[in-house]
């Protein structure tokens, strides 16, 4: 990732519709899904945020981080996280995990199967990994090559590709789906008049603006505990060891 975009994420995560609709998604979903477990490492854990609800589910969080910018972020926002300095997974890490979170991580490996053979490596016996991406390549963007992405999945290519890697999906479901036609819109937009420039898709909206478009994005965790979405601008999977 750029080394602009962690500044610009740290000043966004609190409050930026995406994020704060997406915490809740993923919190809702872990919870009911895993439950409280013991240790929990959150791989590319960023500036931290998501350390805090992680911090819930278990009774110790790590994180592992390998830009030196994230970190001092990381540690201002939360304190106790303890972070493990390097580049996944290419550092060993000899502990070992009840659950393993990668959000938007996956996406920026190389060859993400041995990444997810690694991380199935890292769990305790009956651990679960969440794993959070980003959806189909037609919604790519500049917004993906400044994140540095290698690639964006449907269900059914991240279900066989956690299976080739040992694990057992316990659910995969699309989510971001009552936004996917503005987001779709935009994006096409964008291309479209050549409006680039360097610049992600994250940008705070007018104050009652985000406010409603967090509520909306966030009220997708209520249907998601009955159905899954057959689509999406992301995909989330929690998988078994």
Wanted: proline share 4%; hydrophobic share 45%.
């Amino acid at each position: 990732m750029e080394k602009q975009l962690y500044q610009e994420m740290y000043d966004l995560e609190e409050n930026h519709w995406w994020f704060v609709g997406r915490r809740k998604i993923l919190f809702d979903i872990t919870k009911r899904k895993v439950g409280r477990v013991g240790r929990i490492l959150d791989i590319g854990c960023g500036t931290g945020v998501n350390a805090k609800w992680l911090g819930e589910l278990g009774k110790e969080v790590y994180g592992v981080e390998m830009s030196d910018e994230a970190i001092g972020l990381a540690k201002k926002r939360t304190p106790n996280l303890r972070v493990i300095k390097g580049e996944f997974p290419n550092i060993e890490i000899n502990d070992r995990f009840d659950l393993i979170t990668l959000f938007d991580v996956l996406e920026h490996f190389e060859d993400d199967i041995a990444a997810m053979r690694k991380i199935r490596g890292m769990l305790n016996p009956g651990g679960c990994a969440v794993f959070s991406v980003p959806a189909f390549s037609f919604l790519w963007s500049e917004h993906d090559l400044l994140a540095h992405h290698k690639r964006r999945y449907t269900a059914q290519e991240l279900q066989e590709k956690l299976v080739q890697a040992g694990f057992y999906p316990v659910r995969i479901t699309y989510f971001n789906t009552f936004l996917f036609m503005p987001i779709l819109f935009f994006r096409f937009m964008r291309k479209i008049l050549g409006l680039r420039g360097g610049k992600t898709d994250f940008f705070m909206a007018p104050a009652p603006f985000n406010f409603l478009l967090a509520k909306l994005f966030g009220a997708e965790r209520f249907l998601l505990r009955f159905i899954n979405f057959p689509f999406g601008v992301s995909l989330i999977a929690i998988a078994k060891k």
